[in-house]
């Protein structure tokens, strides 16, 4: 399994209080991915990197900021959490090559249980 | 940006049968990626299998293997064999192959293996 860890792995807290994920590799993989889980909307990319301090907007990312000062750290805050927000989040890696024909697909870490209360 | 269908919210199958889960997608693109990813309850995302669009074989994994229609735009898993395991929701995701780097996934469909 690719060495993914998210933490934590579940969090409670009030509307309004700032709240930060973590999500931490070992396999130097360059690009990195925050998505969130929600019912009859499968998985949405909320932000991803592609280096160090590279960061882009996905899909969802209103309410979200990033920031990625190591390689193998990629934070995901909410600076004023809302009912909104709570969901599930995952953590994805990958190391695209392209050109060669081979694509090193996502791998996952297991997911943040965010409750917004 | 690209959209994932699947059309199946659930669906059910008798252990040991064969099971087909659908996937249809929109890209302008000629050159991607498909992917279908499982999701048992434990809730981490594992890869199933992948599909290079520009192969024309379809792509097989043991007891999972895929068709592929690129004209119709078409990407199912077949299961074959289903066991109690196989029990989770599936998840059909495209990439785009050139300048491509972020993966677009469907809205899953939940499989039930009965014993």
């Known amino acids: 399994d690719a060495g993914i860890t998210q933490s934590p792995r579940h969090k409670v807290t009030e509307t309004g209080t700032p709240v930060t994920l973590r999500c931490h590799q070992t396999e130097n993989h360059r690009y990195m991915y925050w998505y969130r889980q929600d019912p009859g909307h499968g998985l949405r990319l909320i932000h991803y990197s592609y280096g160090v301090k590279d960061t882009d907007k996905g899909e969802v990312s209103d309410g979200y900021s990033v920031s990625r000062s190591k390689t193998e750290d990629f934070l995901l805050t909410l600076e004023s959490a809302t009912s909104s927000q709570t969901s599930v989040y995952f953590c994805a890696i990958s190391n695209p090559h392209r050109g060669g024909g081979y694509l090193q697909p996502q791998h996952f870490g297991d997911g943040t249980r965010l409750s917004i209360l | 940006a690209q959209t994932v269908t699947q059309s199946q919210p659930e669906m059910s199958v008798q252990e040991a049968e064969t099971v087909t889960l659908s996937c249809t997608y929109d890209t302008s693109e000629n050159n991607y990626y498909l992917f279908w990813y499982k999701q048992p309850p434990s809730r981490q995302m594992i890869l199933v299998i992948r599909?290079?669009?520009?192969?024309?074989q379809n792509a097989t994994e043991n007891r999972f293997s895929v068709n592929f229609q690129k004209a119709a735009k078409s990407f199912s898993l077949k299961i074959s064999d289903s066991q109690l395991g196989d029990t989770a929701m599936y998840f059909c995701a495209f990439m785009e192959g050139v300048g491509g780097n972020q993966f677009y996934f469907g809205t899953g469909t939940s499989l039930t293996v009965i014993p």
């Open positions: 599909q290079e669009a520009y192969k024309q």
